[in-house]
């Protein structure tokens, strides 16, 4: 059974907090990824990964970083929190050639 | 920017009834794929369908891809509860990159 993980379900930070959310993959993927989601805006690429060490912007990267330094895991950072980066964060991972993406249950982080 | 727009945005029917969601693109797509989300959880895919005029069916659910490769529809006929969801359409855009529609919330009544 394919599974995506991620650290937390639920966060509350402060504002100008620096924040890590971590995403697990044990499917081998070569491809991650990092959304946002948000009501009446679908979902937003924030950054994603096509190998170990690399990193691509998505759409919406600013204010956010990101890291992997293994295959499975990729990590996202906020580096000082606002209160417009309250939202619900999807994680996902994708094989190379292939059509699915394969989603985290998502983190909602309330920044205050 | 390719851009995906879904209508209705959101949707209560009651169980039984039949319903259409509508995804559409400002320009051709390849590929394009539906999901559902269920609260609470990521989403997860539905269907891909990659030829013009293509339909696929999922059960109760049918799919189909527009013949200009710029629309698709998803169909539920006799809708229940469990298809409580948000229906998201997205495509494949250039280097590993998805797009996704806005998507649209469906609430199923007992």
């Known amino acids: 059974d394919v599974k995506v993980t991620q650290s937390s379900r639920y966060l509350v930070k402060r504002t100008g907090e620096k924040v890590f959310l971590e995403c697990v993959q044990d499917?081998?993927?070569?491809?991650m990824f990092w959304y946002r989601q948000d009501p009446g805006l679908g979902l937003r690429l924030i950054y994603f990964?096509?190998?170990?060490?690399?990193?691509e912007k998505g759409d919406i990267p600013e204010g956010y970083s990101v890291s992997r330094e293994k295959k499975e895991r990729f990590s996202l950072i906020l580096e000082s929190a606002s209160t417009n980066q309250t939202s619900m964060y999807l994680c996902?991972?994708?094989?190379?050639?292939?059509?699915?993406?394969?989603f985290g249950p998502g983190t909602r982080l309330t920044v205050t | 920017t390719q851009l995906l727009e879904q209508s209705p945005q959101f949707l209560s029917i009651q169980e039984g009834e039949n319903l259409t969601v509508y995804c559409n693109s400002s320009?051709?797509?390849?590929?394009l794929q539906w999901y559902r989300q269920e609260p609470g959880e990521g989403p997860v895919l539905l269907v891909t369908v990659v030829t013009g005029g293509e339909v696929k069916k999922l059960k109760r659910l049918t799919f189909q891809f527009g013949d200009a490769r710029k629309d698709s529809s998803l169909h539920i006929t006799a809708a229940q509860p469990g298809d409580t969801g948000l229906y998201l359409c997205a495509l494949f855009g250039g280097y590993q990159k998805v797009t996704f529609g806005t998507g649209t919330k469906l609430q199923v009544i007992p």
């Open positions: 320009s051709v797509f390849s590929s």
């Open positions: 499917m081998d993927h070569e491809n």
């Open positions: 996902a991972s994708r094989g190379t050639g292939g059509f699915e993406q394969y």
């Open positions: 990964s096509y190998d170990v060490k690399m990193k």
